[in-house]
Every structure is written in structure tokens, then in C-alpha cells.
């Protein structure tokens, strides 16, 4: 076999001007930055290869100068076709900027397109998507105004037995940069070292399909017949280029938050202290997550979203429901205990570590219980906008796609932003500084959730806020509860630019939310 083991710019010569490049990662997990610098470095010196279409699952980033931003260049890129361009904040603002076209398309749908790609299908027809800005009847999946007037229609709407479907077009793939631990002089990539598995294989599997090329970055070299077949992840014959990361510390780290933990990867269990009640004082986010985590069942599987939803695991630990539930992440892991921001993705004590095609695969088919998300926008019939806020061009994750699989939707959020403060005290809130931004709002920047497409028409979606709680009731986002000391009108409907419908039956929020202590709201054997 050819000698596959090479500098970085070597390898980096196989990019030609024009060429798509698939690049794994989610945020900075398994993200082959050594390979992204290199390339950044040879276009800066010899202005080439230029022109290039940069195709990503997830966002590649640290809110900073790492990941996709590395690739920031006026010159270098012509579109960006991803997910979750908000942690790459200097090609985010690219973007934003109209300097290069851009579509942001559902994680779990990217992932299966790749899969289409290898496989030589016309695309992915799905339902993900329908009646939001994926939907060519509103944006097509483009986030900024050139691609909206110039750019290709690459999602087309189909009709089949009567019913609406999306397609997905597939695309070459020219060159994919992976990443991996270890590899042997044929090629042959194990993953060892890595939390994730990500979309190593599907990106790889794409990328020979199109005849392209597959450059693999690792941490070191062994000899052939020294890996055990079952640990090899990408088969050497997939591969055509591998380079030694010369500074993992800068390039190859497990995640953003740390080089390396051994239990990030499960190969050990560590003891995880048990997380209480310890303050003397709830504060607004409190109060919702609380209500939020009263919509759990024990039993329930469960997906948590970035953010303020995370929450809902330190809900849950302090009621003792934590050990019943099973939280799971769209990147590929069921159970165990999910690290916050910035280890958000890695798990500790996970029970399985799975390909996000396989993970998708389960959610897109139905496989989660409840989901909690967040949202910036909501408006009267339900729709929800976490993609794109104001001018700022965030990308969806698997938001799409999983409020449109699951059956029980709870989106958790404040009643407003910028400013809000509250008082929780004596079993009431009160708030003591409005926000300045309103969330319930008439029209959405766009919509990513659209309850009337969301796949069954017993869908459940729950609206919860540290002052009242919505509910989805026969299309129309209406009123249940209230929370003790909140005024209706002062505090609710003056902040909302529609009026929701209120049900005849508004109750007060259950009091123990307000006390900072156990609520002991759920029946467990």
C-alpha cells in the first residue's frame, strides 16, 4: 500500500479551488483543527485554494478564534452549509455580513444527507422541516439575504400520496478532514481517545463515494497489525492522507473545557457527588426549570437542550427522579451524567456511545419521550424561532429535528430578556425589573418549530416561564397557570404583543415551586 502518513501540508495540497470540504466536530469534539489551520495558513500565503464550500453536521467552535472561524478569510470560502454557525463567531459574522451565501440546515438531517451522499441517493425526503425556514415556501434553509436572492434552491418541496415531504439535495463531498486517536502506516483510524463518534465514518464514507479524498488527523502512529480490527473505526482503505497533530494540546483537544478525560470516553466510571438544594433564595430560572422538570415522568427518555433546559438534569438529581429518567444527547449518547458549558456534549458515566446517524435514526423514528428546549421567540398559534435572533444567524442544532419526532415538546424560557429581575420570596415571585425584549411576539424572525407539522396531531407542547405556563390547546398557545403574586395584565398580557387565548380554568402554579427546597412532586417506587 502507498505511504499514507504525511505532513499536514501535504496533505492539505489534495484541496483544489472550488471543492466542497466536510470537516467533523461538534463545537471543538472531534474537530481536526490541525488540518483546518494548515489550510488556513496556505490560502493566506498562496491564495489558494480558494472559492470553497465548507460542510459541517454541527457548528465547529469555541465563541472564539478556534474551530470554522480559523477559516474566516475573505477569498478562502464561497458558502457554508451547516447547522450551528453561532460558535464560530468569525465565520457567523461572514455570514451576517452577506460575504459568503450560507444555508443552516437540521443536525439529524445533515447527518442522514451524508449517508445519502455515500449511498449515491438523489437526497433525503423527510418531514423535518415542513412549515419552517427550511421549507422553500419560506427561506429554504438560506440565512442571509444574497443566498435568499442568488443562491441555489437546494431543499425542493415533494408531494407523494397526498402528502407534503422535503428533499434534501445531495452534493459531492471533495475532501472530508476527520479526526481520530490512533492510526497504523495503512490507514486504519481508531477513535479511542475520543467522547463522541460522531460522523467520522458517514463523512469519510461520503467524501470516497464522490471519489474525493479523506485526510485524517490523529495523534500518533503505530505499526501495522498492532490495532485490533474491532477498535478500527475508519478502515485504512478509506483513507488517503494521515497527519500527526504536532500540538495536541492547541489542535487536538477532547472538547474545549479539557485535553483529555479518560472518563469523557467511557473507559472509566467516576463517582458523581449527588447535587442538592443548597440555596436559601430561588431565583427566576429556578422557579422555571422547577415547573419545567414537574412535566417529567420516571421512565421517561429525554433530550436536553443547550442551555438553560440543562438545567432540568439539577432539577431532576434534587428530586430524586434522576436515577428513573435516561438524558440523552443528539450527538450520540444515552444515560449518564451531561457536563454543562464549556464540557456541554461530554458525559460522564454514559451507558452507550453511539454514531449520531444512530442517534438520529432513534429520534427521528420517535424514540424520545419529552424534549426540552429553549426559545427566543414565541408567537400565537405556538411557532417558536431558536435559530435566528435579530440579525444574529445561530443555526438550529437538532431543534428541528427534535420537536418535529417527539411527542412531548417543553420549551423553557423567560417571559422576557435583557434586564428581567425577579423577587422569589414567601411562596410568590414578583418582578422587580422587566425585561426590555419581548418574546411573545406577533411575527417570528423565523420559525423552527412548527407544532401543525410536527409529525402526530397528539403532539404535547408545554410553554413554561417563571411567571405562567402555556399550552398548545387546538392551535392556539393559551394560558393554564399563573404564578402567585404575577398580575394577568400588568405582568403577562401588557408584555405580550398578542393576546393569548386564557382558559377558563387558570390555575395558580403549584406553591412548592416557590420554596427553595425539595418539592417532593413525583411518585417513585
Not at 321 to 347: A, Q, R
Request: glycine share 10%.
Amino acid at each position: 500500500m502507498k505511504n499514507k502518513i504525511m505532513t499536514a501540508r501535504e496533505a492539505i495540497d489534495m484541496v483544489k479551488d472550488g471543492d466542497t470540504v466536510g470537516i467533523t466536530g461538534a463545537g471543538m469534539r472531534g474537530n481536526p483543527e490541525y488540518l483546518t489551520q494548515t489550510l488556513a495558513d496556505k490560502y493566506i500565503e498562496t491564495q489558494s485554494p480558494k472559492n470553497l464550500t465548507l460542510f459541517s453536521c454541527i457548528g465547529h467552535g469555541d465563541f472564539a478564534k478556534k474551530g470554522d472561524s480559523r477559516l474566516a478569510i475573505p477569498g478562502l470560502l464561497k458558502r457554508a452549509i451547516g447547522t450551528h454557525p453561532d460558535t464560530s463567531i468569525y465565520l457567523r459574522a461572514m455570514i451576517e455580513n452577506d460575504e459568503i451565501e450560507a444555508y443552516t440546515y437540521p443536525q439529524g438531517v445533515t447527518v442522514h444527507l451524508l449517508s445519502a451522499i455515500a449511498t449515491k441517493q438523489l437526497g433525503v425526503t423527510s418531514k423535518i422541516g415542513l412549515g419552517t425556514y427550511l421549507d422553500p415556501r419560506q427561506k429554504g434553509a438560506k440565512a442571509n439575504p444574497s443566498t435568499v436572492k442568488n443562491g441555489e434552491d437546494l431543499i425542493e418541496l415533494l408531494n407523494f400520496n397526498n402528502e407534503e415531504w422535503l428533499l434534501y439535495k445531495t452534493f459531492p463531498i471533495n475532501v472530508a478532514f476527520i479526526r481520530g486517536t490512533t492510526a497504523d502506516e495503512s490507514g486504519n483510524i481508531t477513535i479511542e481517545e475520543e467522547a463522541n463518534k460522531l460522523e467520522f465514518f458517514e463523512l469519510a464514507a461520503a467524501a470516497r463515494a464522490c471519489g474525493g479524498k479523506v485526510i485524517a488527523q490523529v495523534k500518533r502512529i503505530v505499526q501495522n497489525g498492532t490495532l485490533h480490527p474491532a477498535r478500527v473505526y475508519i478502515p485504512g482503505v478509506m483513507v488517503d492522507a494521515v497527519v500527526v497533530c504536532e500540538d495536541t494540546d492547541a489542535y487536538h483537544m477532547q472538547n474545549d473545557g479539557t485535553k483529555f478525560d479518560i472518563a469523557f470516553c467511557g473507559d472509566i466510571r467516576v463517582p458523581i457527588k449527588k447535587h442538592q438544594v443548597k440555596k436559601d433564595k430561588l431565583n427566576y430560572e429556578d422557579i422555571l426549570l422547577r415547573r419545567a422538570a414537574m412535566e417529567l415522568k420516571p421512565g421517561d427518555i429525554v433530550n436536553l437542550g443547550w442551555g438553560l433546559p440543562a438545567g432540568i438534569g439539577d432539577v431532576a438529581e434534587e428530586e430524586g427522579i434522576f436515577d428513573s429518567l435516561c438524558l440523552t444527547l443528539e450527538i450520540g449518547v444515552f444515560g449518564g451524567i451531561p457536563g454543562k458549558y464549556p464540557y456541554f456534549g461530554l458525559v460522564y458515566n454514559s451507558e452507550a456511545i453511539v454514531p449520531m446517524l444512530n442517534m438520529f435514526q432513534f429520534y427521528h423514528g420517535g424514540g424520545l419521550d419529552a424534549a426540552y428546549l429553549g426559545a427566543a421567540q414565541i408567537d400565537s398559534t405556538g411557532n417558536t424561532n431558536a435559530s435566528k435572533f435579530g440579525t444574529r444567524v445561530c443555526g438550529p442544532g437538532g431543534y428541528v429535528d427534535i420537536t418535529t419526532s417527539t411527542p412531548k415538546v417543553v420549551i423553557c424560557m423567560a417571559f422576557t430578556s435583557k434586564g428581567l429581575e425577579a423577587d422569589i420570596s414567601d411562596g410568590k415571585i414578583t418582578i422587580t425589573n422587566e425585561g426590555a425584549i419581548k418574546k411573545f411576539v406577533n411575527t417570528l424572525d423565523e420559525i423552527t418549530f412548527n407544532p401543525a407539522y410536527g409529525g402526530k396531531n397528539d403532539k404535547e407542547v408545554v410553554y413554561v416561564t417563571e411567571r405562567c405556563v402555556f399550552r398548545l390547546i387546538d392551535g392556539k398557545l393559551t394560558l393554564t397557570e399563573i404564578a402567585p403574586g404575577i398580575d394577568l395584565q400588568k405582568d403577562i398580557l401588557a408584555n405580550m404583543e398578542f393576546e393569548p387565548v386564557i382558559s377558563a380554568d387558570l390555575k395558580l402554579m403549584d406553591e412548592r415551586i416557590f420554596y427553595p427546597k425539595p418539592m417532593k412532586c413525583f411518585d417513585i417506587d
